[in-house]
């Protein structure tokens, strides 16, 4: 399932941390924005890692599940494509 994952850090060092967080689970599309193609636990864990690691009385993070119909409707001008490759491959 891909998230879509954004967020309002205040403290420089924890939002460096989320960016580190985040980039072990999906692609960075903006600044504070990324896409992760995520199963169940996968998207579990990620919860469990980043309500540890942000401040949640002043911290905000949104994560957003989009079905393929919802993938689909997205439309991006500029640069840039949906990150729909997986982040690992099953041999």
């Known amino acids: 399932m891909l998230y879509l994952i954004a967020y ?12 580190e967080l985040l ?3 999906g692609q960075r599309v903006q600044r504070s924005v990324f896409e992760c193609d995520l ?8 919860g ?7 401040d949640q ?3 905000s993070v949104r994560c957003y599940r989009l079905d393929q119909e919802a993938v689909r409707r997205i ?4 640069i840039g494509q949906v ?3 997986p982040g690992h491959y099953w041999v």
Not at 8 to 19: E, F, N, Y
Not at 48 to 54: A, H, K
């Open 8 to 19: 309002d850090i205040s403290v420089d060092a924890r939002r460096t941390k989320l960016a």
């Open 75 to 78: 439309a991006i001008y500029g």
């Open 83 to 85: 990150t729909t490759e």
């Open 57 to 59: 009385n002043v911290d």
């Open 39 to 46: 199963n169940p636990g996968e998207f579990a864990r990620l």
């Open 48 to 54: 469990r890692e980043l309500r540890d690691l942000i």
């Open 23 to 25: 980039e072990g689970f």
